[in-house]
């Protein structure tokens, strides 16, 4: 009873903090605001009637999870086309999870009504505690660096805290955190962080330690966002967060992308579905190329867009190479995308093509005419459409062979680059 009137306390304090307008001194138009804009995203509704989502996750399949204090915990299975929520039965003492995280095949659980993680199967068995440190604990939402160490936040002590594998121990990452840390994202060797007292502000520190790095407070932007929400990262290394409206003025809100790279936020620009993120409780994770986030105010409603990285994402680093059978392309990988269109350009102009869906960042032709220009072009494949298409050629295939014995000559058309052992072959 304690814990959870301790919970309810730090909830209403919250929400009374939100609806003070965060007793900011400064006005929204204060010297130095600054309008970054950044991509322009359609928003969908995804899950009317799901519960107010303080934290969602993903599997590797598609599904999504909902942490909602006081509800418990929900799973959107990616093969139901209504996007139900599914309640999750889980370990009775968990009564407010804030936050949850997927990795490697478990669920990690912020939860305030036992100053605890806890980490379970998707479907809410084996259940335990993953890391409580001390009685007042009030974890973040966590994130986890590709050595499986979790980094998690104290809303108490306003400390942010690296734990090692397994949750054996513990190491502060840095003293100069957000007063009250709420989001958390991993990526390449940083933290993003989100806070919801004071001055709502986004930080960045590296992963071993160190001095945090203030990214933005509520008004750089106009309208001023304030940092009160979850932080999701997807595949490329953008981070993005779902930010309320100063003041929670309805109809207020939006979504800031820190990109790859950068130490710059933009607003994502949206239209489509109004926008409505008056809560210091609102949750992002990205998916199988789209983002999700709480869109309710006070119900749940969680919409999605498709990654502003699938806008501008085309294949890198294609080469093209050939032998006497066989055209291959290769490029790299784009995080995101769903598969991708390998065309072959064929003839001097290159004016003729062919074309083929492949899912791996490779592709191969066969049956090359004789002494043909032969280039190939690739276009990467996202919910939102396709990328920018990006060739290389051209490449032309090798001469007829001809193969010479004595004085007869017999012409090889096909491809098989072998003559006769008592042959010579002539390119």
């Known amino acids: 009873m304690v814990r959870i009137t301790r919970v309810r306390w730090l909830l209403s304090a919250l929400l009374a903090v939100a609806s003070a307008g965060l007793g900011l001194v400064a006005s929204p138009s204060s010297a130095g605001a600054q309008v970054n804009s950044g991509p322009s995203v359609t928003v969908e509704e995804f899950s009317p009637n799901a519960p107010f989502a303080s934290g969602l996750t993903s599997d590797p399949a598609g599904n999504l999870y909902v942490a909602s204090c006081f509800s418990g915990l929900f799973e959107i299975p990616a093969n139901d086309p209504a996007h139900n929520a599914i309640p999750i039965s889980t370990n009775a003492s968990i009564m407010c999870p804030m936050h949850v995280t997927y990795y490697a ?184 190329g789209y983002i999700y986030f709480e869109n309710g105010g006070n119900v749940g ?39 991708y269109t390998c065309t072959l350009l064929y003839g001097l102009g290159l004016p003729s093509s062919f074309t083929t869906i492949t899912s791996s960042p490779s592709c191969s032709f066969y049956g090359l005419t004789p002494s043909t220009n032969y280039g190939v072009q690739v276009v990467a494949k996202f919910p939102s459409g396709v990328s920018s298409p990006v060739g290389a050629f051209p490449v032309q295939a090798p001469i007829t062979i001809t193969c010479v014995q004595a004085r007869r000559h017999v012409h090889v058309t096909g491809w098989n680059p072998l003559c006769p052992a008592h042959y010579r072959r002539v390119h």
């Not at 004071?198 to 966002?225: E, H, K, N, R």
């Not at 130490?263 to 994502?268: A, I, K, L, Q, Y």
């Not at 498709?306 to 990988?333: E, I, K, M, Q, Y």
Request: contains cysteine; glycine residues 12%.
């Open 301 to 339: 409603d969680i919409a999605r867009f498709a990654d502003p990285v699938s806008l501008n994402s085309a294949p890198r680093n294609l080469t093209v190479t050939r032998d006497w059978t066989t055209l291959t392309g290769t490029w790299n990988a784009v995080p995101g995308a769903l598969g």
């Open 105 to 288: 095949g478990s669920l990690y659980v912020s939860d305030l009504s036992t100053d605890a993680v806890w980490r379970m199967m998707p479907d809410g068995s084996s259940a335990s505690i993953y890391f409580a440190p001390t009685p007042t604990f009030a974890p973040s939402q966590v994130a986890f660096g590709p050595d499986g160490t979790m980094y998690v936040g104290d809303m108490y002590s306003g400390s942010v805290l690296a734990v090692a594998p397994g949750g054996t121990g513990s190491r502060p990452v840095t003293s100069v955190a957000p007063a009250c840390p709420w989001g958390m994202g991993y990526r390449g060797g940083s933290l993003v962080m989100s806070e919801v007292c004071a001055m709502p502000i986004v930080q960045s520190v590296s992963s071993t330690g160190g001095v945090a790095t203030t990214l933005f407070s509520p008004f750089t932007f106009l309208p001023p966002l304030v940092a009160r929400g979850d932080i999701a990262v997807d595949p490329a290394g953008n981070a993005f967060l779902v930010a309320a409206g100063y003041g929670c003025a309805p109809g207020s809100g939006g979504i800031v992308e820190i990109p790859a790279g950068s130490s710059t936020p933009v607003r994502v620009n949206t239209t489509g579905l109004a926008l409505s993120i008056c809560d210091v409780l609102s949750g992002i994770t990205w998916s199988n």
